[in-house]
């Protein structure tokens, strides 16, 4: 059988690489939290992304969702070592310790999110990937420019409204505007019933009450999050967290 050789249209190409993206950006998520098991982090996969995502660059540097990708998972993975302390134990963003963070992975970030922003093109990849530079351009977590980002995700929101999207932003209302405003849009989202599975929903509903001083309420809320989560860390986590209250 003679299978021809053929270049695919410019459409065909984009479709692909796209499909690409779509299957990088799972495996390092998978790598940066694994759903399952005793690990947080499994870094064989975060780090066979990012190589992947340096192929798709060196393939197409002008390609600027590409570099977006690449971006977002540099960001990401620049905390890896403060994201768990000696014992193991998860560390929030907002506890973590700064200076354990790579700054060779931040600088590379940082350059390719500006990069990608100057060829005109936005998109769902460079948006994330702009968040998590706010993130790692902030000296400490009470320096984070929360409203920025909070914007950011509206404009994430208006190009793929996933509910996942939707609750990272009414997070990052809340922290921008206050925690009541926070629960309110938490709420609402959660009205349809469609992330009532979805652990970090409760965990993030938790939190907002938590911060509003309803005790009782953020350990009911504590308790879904925690019976919908399979990851060691996490739960021990949310055990803790529950624990406090």
């Not at 990088?24 to 759903?35: C, D, M, Q, R």
């Not at 977006?68 to 963003?93: I, N, Q």
């Not at 200076?99 to 100057?118: K, P, Y």
């Not at 009205?191 to 409760?202: C, E, K, M």
Request: charged share 25%.
């Amino acid at each position: 059988m003679r299978i021809p050789y053929e270049v695919p249209s410019d459409d065909a190409l984009a479709e692909r690489r796209a499909a690409v993206q779509a299957v990088i950006y799972p495996v390092f998520n998978e790598g940066y939290l694994a759903t399952a098991g005793e690990a947080l982090i499994r870094r064989e996969l975060c780090a066979a992304a990012i190589r992947l995502g340096r192929t798709l660059c060196e393939i197409d540097a002008q390609e600027p969702e590409s570099l977006g990708l690449l971006a977002l998972m540099l960001l990401h993975d620049s905390r890896r070592s403060a994201r768990v302390d000696g014992d193991g134990a998860l560390v929030t963003l907002e506890d973590q310790d700064r200076s354990l963070w790579d700054r060779g992975e931040i600088r590379e970030g940082l350059a390719l999110v500006d990069q990608a922003l100057g060829l005109g093109r936005v998109g769902p990849y460079q948006l994330q990937a702009t968040i998590a530079a706010l993130h790692a351009a902030a000296p400490g977590s009470a320096a984070t420019d929360w409203a920025q980002i909070a914007a950011l995700y509206d404009e994430l929101a208006r190009i793929n409204p996933s509910p996942v999207v939707l609750l990272n932003g009414a997070v990052a209302a809340g922290m921008s505007e206050g925690p009541g405003r926070g629960l309110r849009l938490i709420d609402e989202l959660g009205a349809s019933g469609v992330l009532d599975r979805y652990h970090f929903y409760h965990a993030a509903r938790a939190d907002m009450l938590r911060r509003l001083g309803s005790r009782n309420a953020a350990a009911e809320a504590y308790r879904r999050a925690l019976a919908l989560t399979a990851n060691g860390i996490e739960r021990t986590f949310l055990k803790r967290r529950l624990a406090a209250l």
